[in-house]
């Protein structure tokens, strides 16, 4: 006899801890975020501080990346520190690894935080340069001039310039710092009816198995099984298909 079976999951991620106060109204609690903080340190290193834990999902990789991709230098040029530490981490209320959330809010908070690092880039290289902060561009690990890309600063220069070479600013420059905190757009539950999202993404999946059975002394074999689990916008496909 064949038979074949199909389940269907669907997964919430990104837990909203307003749901708390359906059982306590008298909890602070009204949503969830995480910090993140990127920097541009004296040697022209991007440091990239993360309010998570990962065991083994990529966390590194994909800050490294996304930071990457918005200063636009290589991953390489970029060093992410891992953890939920109050001594030297960034961290928020609801700061950790839990509820399949990072991809929303710890990246979420390292985009905030490396745009806000981009402008702050940008900015200094428009001071250095004399000229509109619009005609820089941040590409190959340097703060050009668009129309002139020879008119060009590494990130060393950049690092080092708030850092140990400072003087004759006509105003402070840019502290080549920047801490973000992401906050997903949950609404605080309704405590009367008891309602409200408490998750912010869904992920679906769809697992069928074929299996062969011998009705007369229960020996079975699997034929065939396959499964498929839709997460939405592939942000490294390396890493999901090693997941």
Not at 41 to 51: N, P
Not at 192 to 198: A, I, S, T
Request: hydrophobic fraction near 40%; charge should be negative.
């Amino acid at each position: 006899l064949l038979g074949l079976g199909i389940g269907s999951t669907l997964d919430s991620g990104t837990n909203n801890f307003g749901q708390s106060t359906l059982l306590n109204p008298e909890l602070q609690f009204s949503g969830n975020n995480e910090a993140a903080s990127v920097k541009l340190d004296i040697f022209g290193e991007v440091v990239v501080t993360l309010g998570t834990v990962p065991q083994g999902q990529g966390h590194e990789t994909t800050a490294a990346q996304v930071t990457a991709d918005i200063l636009g230098c290589s991953p390489d040029q970029v060093n992410v520190r891992r953890g939920h530490d109050t001594w030297f981490n960034s961290h928020a209320g609801f700061s950790g690894t839990y509820a399949s959330q990072f991809a929303v809010t710890g990246l979420g908070a390292v985009k905030g935080a490396a745009e806000m690092l981009a402008g702050q880039m940008k900015k200094l290289a428009s001071m250095v340069f004399q000229c509109p902060e619009e005609a820089i561009e941040l590409a190959d690990g340097f703060a050009r001039i668009k129309d002139n890309p020879e008119a060009a600063l590494p990130f060393m220069a950049l690092g080092a310039i708030p850092n140990a070479n400072n003087a004759g600013f006509p105003e402070d420059p840019p502290p080549m710092n920047a801490r973000y905190v992401y906050r997903p757009p949950f609404q605080v539950p309704d405590k009367e009816k008891k309602f409200g999202n408490l998750t912010l993404t869904y992920a679906t999946q769809i697992h069928a198995c074929l299996v062969e059975v011998d009705p007369e002394t229960g020996w079975y074999e699997l034929v065939d099984y396959a499964a498929v689990d839709d997460c939405g916008t592939r942000i490294n496909p390396m890493i999901i298909e090693g997941q």
